[in-house]
């Protein structure tokens, strides 16, 4: 039986996007997506938590996140768990597991007061589903993880 993951995450982008590039030119960008929650106790006292979702955009959506998403704005992300492990500097094993963005829709302007043109609120993905596997990136740099 062929197994399926769909994520939908809508929240807060952590800090600005930064776009990279892979060795043979492809666009790709990680996000981090601030959820806030809130939840009552047995007690029946309030919670507030927030959890912190890894995200990664590929090729036209990448640089459309770049161009238009600043820290802080809202979006909502559609798209699909992927698990993948890279051997950090100091020679340890890690593994991740993030959201593979298929679209990002652009929610709001965030504190930035930046304008999003109609055609950008909505951004669909026009990439194909298996740019979420690509060839291999150099995911070490302590910088291109998200925690």
Do not use: H
């Not at 994520?7 to 600005?16: F, L, M, R, S, Y």
């Not at 060795?23 to 809130?38: D, F, H, P, Q, Y």
């Not at 959506?61 to 909502?76: D, I």
């Amino acid at each position: 039986m062929m197994g399926m993951t769909s994520v939908v995450v809508a929240g807060n982008i952590t800090k600005d996007p930064e776009l990279r590039k892979t060795g043979s030119g492809k666009s790709w960008v990680n996000l981090t997506i601030a959820v806030n929650r809130k939840w009552k106790t047995s007690d029946g006292e309030f919670r507030k938590d927030t959890d912190f979702f890894p995200v990664v955009a590929w090729n036209g959506t990448a640089e459309n996140c770049v161009r238009f998403l600043k820290r802080g704005q809202s979006v909502l992300v559609e798209g699909r768990l992927q698990t993948r492990s890279y051997t950090g500097k100091d020679g340890v094993k890690r593994f991740v597991t993030e959201v593979c963005a298929g679209g990002i829709q652009f929610l709001s302007t965030g504190p930035r007061n930046n304008t999003i043109s109609d055609s950008a609120s909505e951004q669909k993905s026009q990439d194909k589903d298996e740019n979420c596997v690509d060839e291999n990136v150099d995911f070490s740099e302590s910088d291109a993880m998200p925690f």
